[in-house]
């Protein structure tokens, strides 16, 4: 889930900042938001991105990405404390 997020996170970046190169500034207050929702959930531990996905369905477990890649084979559950920006 946090792999989904930062892609999120960094792809809604750099868009704003090619929109705001190319149409209109005003789009910089969108990179501002995003910066805003990381720093907060970094604090918090809420992440907005994250409850919506997991609404959606997306981000469930995964067979042998997690499980490998940490060292640690418990799975992230909603509610669980995890953050959706801080590892």
Do not use: D
Request: glycine content about 16%.
């Amino acid at each position: 889930m946090e792999r989904i997020v930062r892609r999120f996170a960094g792809s809604f970046i750099l868009l704003s900042l090619l929109l705001a190169h190319y149409h209109s500034r005003y789009w910089l207050w969108f990179t501002a938001f995003v910066g805003l929702n990381l720093l907060q959930s970094s604090f918090t531990g809420f992440c907005p991105l994250e409850r919506i996905l997991q609404r959606l369905g997306v981000g469930g477990e995964k067979s042998g990405q997690q499980a490998g890649a940490g060292g640690s084979s418990a799975p992230a559950t909603a509610g669980g404390g995890s953050s959706c920006c801080c590892g």
